[in-house]
Nanobody, 120 residues
Framework: QVQLVESGGGLVQAGGSLRLSCAAS????????MGWFRQAPGKEREFVAA???????DYADSVKGRFTISRTNAKNTVFLQMNSLKPEDTAVYYC??????????????WGQGTQVTVSS
């Protein structure tokens, strides 16, 4: 059973930064892509960023140039560095393990989520 635990969320002013972390259990972390998604109240869960097992990355247009996804296989951890945050970035952020892509169906394990709130 794979467990994903996010941390690093919180309240920040517009223009500020946060760094989310996601720690994964299991010995096969390095073999899978990891993704970050977010869900705002009343909205569907949406893709934010993904990183392949080899380190290739992909981003949603809305966060490109502001967010950076990275991973440390030695520590089974994936990160999301979020800079120049905007109020519209407010959401619960989830990490997920699966195949590289932007669709929720491509991921089979999900964390419990961490709240990010950006005040104006």
């Amino acid at each position: 059973q794979v467990q994903l635990v996010e941390s690093g969320g919180g309240l920040v002013q517009a223009g500020g930064s946060l760094r989310l972390s996601c720690a994964a259990s299991g010995r096969t972390f390095r073999n899978y892509a990891m993704g970050w998604f977010r869900q705002a109240p009343g909205k569907e869960r949406e893709f934010v960023a993904a990183i392949s097992s080899s380190g290739s990355t992909d981003y949603a247009d809305s966060v490109k140039g502001r967010f950076t996804i990275s991973r440390t296989n030695a520590k089974n951890t994936v990160f999301l560095q979020m800079n120049s945050l905007k109020p519209e970035d407010t959401a619960v952020y989830y990490c997920a393990r699966g195949a590289m892509g932007a669709m929720t169906e491509q991921y089979d394990y999900w964390g419990q989520g961490t709240q990010v709130t950006v005040s104006s």
